[in-house]
């Protein structure tokens, strides 16, 4: 089945460390997104890449990094430098050049600093 | 700064009611405003989505109403179910090519009691 794989599912981690999420479609989608998820405040935009090897900051990109060398793959990595990390990250993907077009998520990786 | 304003926060109907839920939107820009259902622990989904050239969309039991000089859509479902019980988040895009963006609700929670 097609779809976008997220993982870890949970994730917890020091203060002070970096950590990697991972985002997988077998979509052939080539637009990946990348949100934050905090209760009431919506879904807020890290990330975005239209095409391999290029992405955008999207409104709350500070603290996080992505890489994007294969068009499947998209992952995240937050970094120490981003303040409150504790969050639910959702990866989505969509075919470029659909302005209407849907966007399809992955399951989510929630990420606990303790 | 919210572009897109979501009501309400929350709400609950009763089995067999019609929830409604509210979104206004700022930018005349927006050609695309599409509706997404999230149930706990996953990633949203889409429900049904209107282009501003109709005034009203429905597809089962969900119905999207359009005002274009509000600059106001709703969501209405009709025969509220409890497995209907999921948040709420509306959206509007607009922009172009690598410029096109998503703005997004806060979000409303929905429970539909049995």
């Known amino acids: 089945d097609g779809g976008i794989t997220q993982s870890p599912k949970y994730l917890f981690r020091k203060e002070g460390q970096n950590v990697t999420l991972s985002c997988e479609q077998n979509?052939?989608?080539?637009?990946m997104y990348w949100y934050r998820q905090d209760p009431g405040q919506g879904l807020r935009l890290i990330y975005y890449?239209?095409?391999?090897?290029?992405?955008q900051k999207g409104d709350i990109a500070e603290g996080y990094s992505v890489s994007r060398e294969k068009k499947e793959s998209f992952p995240l990595t937050v970094t120490s430098a981003q303040k409150n990390p504790t969050a639910f990250y959702l990866c989505?993907?969509?075919?470029?050049?659909?302005?209407?077009?849907?966007?399809?998520f992955g399951e989510g990786s929630r990420l606990t600093v303790l | 700064q919210q572009q897109v304003k979501q009501s309400p926060q929350s709400l609950i109907v009763q089995k067999g009611g019609i929830s409604i839920i509210n979104c206004a939107y700022e930018?005349?820009?927006?050609?695309?405003f599409p509706w997404y259902q999230q149930f706990p622990g996953k990633g949203p989904a889409l429900l049904i989505a209107?282009?501003?050239d109709v005034s009203e969309k429905k597809e089962g039991r969900f119905t999207i109403s359009f005002n274009k000089s509000a600059k106001q859509f709703s969501l209405h479902i009709m025969d509220s179910q409890p497995g209907d019980s999921a948040t709420y988040f509306c959206?509007?895009?607009?922009?172009?090519?690598?410029?096109?963006?998503?703005?997004w609700g806060l979000g409303t929670s929905l429970a539909v009691n049995p």
């Open positions: 979509l052939n989608h080539d637009a």
């Open positions: 959206a509007a895009g607009g922009g172009a090519g690598n410029n096109r963006k998503l703005i």
């Open positions: 209107i282009r501003p």
């Open positions: 989505a993907s969509k075919v470029t050049g659909a302005e209407t077009g849907e966007l399809f």
């Open positions: 890449s239209q095409i391999v090897n290029d992405f």
């Open positions: 930018n005349t820009a927006f050609d695309y």
